[in-house]
């Protein structure tokens, strides 16, 4: 995939992920301050509703034992009618039709104690009722007269909440005088909260306290105390006709934002995870993007470095056998063997190379058998070293081995942990400087049950971020050249993967320009 085409992708990916985390977060926040304004709303209604019903209470404590003795008085002490007419004529039918509507007013003077609080004084309560009539007159002669009724429909009907609201005055005056707590109680309140609450739907917690020219009464719940951090709604009470009230109901709820979250939490919860699931997949997707991407410039590096490490052998090969068919090379039998032996150590050279490709693969599929016997760890560092040595000195280097290790016998295979330790010292005296030569020191040490092999170098080192992939297949440091150190990136990924068949663990120190350490640490076998 072209470059800028990669990160281009990345950067639009990037900005959808962006933009949806944001439009989920609005939603959110959205639907938190609508769920708000839902439940405030709906307290203000239930407020409302309970000052209503508290008022009609009142009311009717004293409107009805008034309208009892009214009812058993009989005739009033004044009465009076007001009615109101409307005529339609119909031409085509002959007709015309009155409508009449009025009012009736009873005038009762009665001793009520249980509403002025004192015996014997009195006062005048208006009773109403409503009376309509439809009234149908016939045009034409019927004897002698121009006019005569078909039809008259009469209906009688009692004006109760219009004689309450009249009552209401006299109601209002009369109960100012009475203490607060004397016509309101707190169970009263809270079991009218209650009900009004949960027929809408807001079942949560709340405290109220009834305010008189804004100081607490005794008017309150157990545990009401003013909380400014929870909202809380006024409403005046007992305010009737007036257009100012004495008192006012104040109710908080505690539990408001609970509530209020509690009531979007399943979606918000969805809405989340569901986010989560999409950054999730984002990020393993930008992984394996990056992943594929450096396979592939791994494959890449890897197709040039074999068909240099190829290219270089076959070359000698074919030189050599050109050189055979001259007869002057022919005839002499050292220059034939030495052309031959040239043959077979580079056809050695290229089948070692495939080895190493085919052992790395048998690995991955767990095909190659890896047999483990009883051996000496020291031994096994000997013998490493002995096949590196030549090359070590061949460049004027050493290798010095500190073996302090007490106990020594691990459970391995010979030949592959043997390539294990030949593989790192061989990195070793790849990764030194052409002008320097090849310093390698082996440590040998024991941590409880086990045994800690150092190979330590002075070459050319590695970075924080080469650390961190030099155990991978095909990776290689670049340098500028790919091909100016030979190999395919196969040896340490090798290395790990015999180490970790053997239960061990391997890791690298290292410091750019300062060298590394390898370090193998493996079990130990009981003697």
């Known amino acids: 995939m072209n470059k800028k085409l990669f990160y281009l992708l990345i950067v639009l990916m990037s900005l959808s992920l962006i933009g949806i985390i944001f439009v989920q977060g609005y939603w959110i926040s959205s639907s938190v301050d609508a769920k708000r304004e839902q439940f405030s709303f709906n307290a203000k209604q239930a407020l409302s509703a ?25 005739l009033p002490d004044e009465l009076s009618f007001e009615e109101y007419f409307y005529i339609n004529e119909d031409l085509v039918n002959n007709e015309i039709t009155l409508y009449s509507s009025g009012i009736l007013q009873e005038d009762f003077k009665i001793t009520a104690p249980g509403v002025t609080g004192e015996e014997g004084d009195s006062i005048e309560f208006k009773r109403y009722a409503n009376r309509r009539s439809t009234q149908i007159i016939k045009r034409g002669s019927v004897d002698g007269n121009e006019s005569s009724t078909s039809n008259r429909i009469q209906e009688f009907s009692r004006l109760l909440d219009y004689e309450k609201y009249q009552f209401s005055g ?132 890897f197709i040039n470095n074999m068909t240099h490490e190829f290219k270089t052998p076959i070359a000698t090969i074919n030189l050599a056998l050109d050189a055979l068919k001259n007869s002057k090379i022919s005839s002499s039998p050292e220059k034939v063997a030495y052309y031959q032996g040239l043959i077979r150590e580079e056809n050695k050279r290229m089948h070692g190379q495939v080895e190493n490709v ?36 061949d ?85 500028g050249d790919i091909h100016n150190v030979k190999g395919h990136g196969l040896g340490l990924a090798y290395a790990k993967r015999i180490v970790d068949d053997h239960q061990g663990e391997i890791s690298v120190e290292s410091e750019k320009g300062m060298g590394s350490t390898f370090i193998i640490k493996l079990p130990l076998i009981s003697l």
């Open 395 to 479: 460049r004027g280097g050493y290798i010095n081995l500190h073996l302090d290790a007490e106990r020594t016998p691990v459970l391995a295979n010979e030949s592959h942990f043997t390539n294990v330790l030949v593989n790192i010292m061989d990195n070793a005296v790849k990764y030194t400087p052409e002008d320097r030569a090849p310093e390698i020191d082996v440590y040998t040490e024991n941590t409880k049950d086990s045994i800690v092999i150092k190979i330590k170098d002075k070459g050319d080192g590695m970075s924080k971020t080469v650390q961190k992939k030099v155990f991978d297949k095909f990776y290689r440091e670049h340098t």
């Open 170 to 301: 006299i109601v209002s005056d009369i109960a100012n005088r009475i203490p607060i707590h004397n016509r309101v109680t707190e169970e009263e309140i809270s079991k009218l909260l209650t009900i009004e609450l949960v027929e809408r739907n807001l079942e949560t917690d709340f405290e109220f306290g009834v305010y008189s020219n804004d100081l607490l009464t005794r008017v309150r719940s157990k545990d009401f105390k003013f909380r400014k951090s929870a909202p809380g709604y006024s409403e005046p009470i007992f305010l009737y006709d007036k257009d100012v009230s004495d008192y006012s109901l104040y109710v908080q709820f505690p539990g408001e934002k609970k509530f209020v979250i509690s009531s979007i939490l399943g979606m918000a919860g969805l809405s989340i995870i569901f986010t989560l699931i999409i950054v999730i997949a984002y990020s393993s997707a930008l992984h394996q993007l990056n992943k594929q991407r450096q396979i592939s410039q791994i494959k890449t590096d």
């Open 358 to 393: 085919l052992r790395i693969s048998k690995l991955e599929k767990n095909e190659l058998d890896i047999n483990k016997e009883r051996l000496d760890m020291h031994e096994l560092v000997e013998d490493a070293s002995n096949h590196i040595l030549l090359l070590v000195e």
């Open 50 to 74: 309970v000052v209503d019903r508290i008022e009609n209470r009142e009311l009717e404590d004293y409107y009805y034992p008034v309208q009892k003795m009214v009812d058993s008085i009989g």
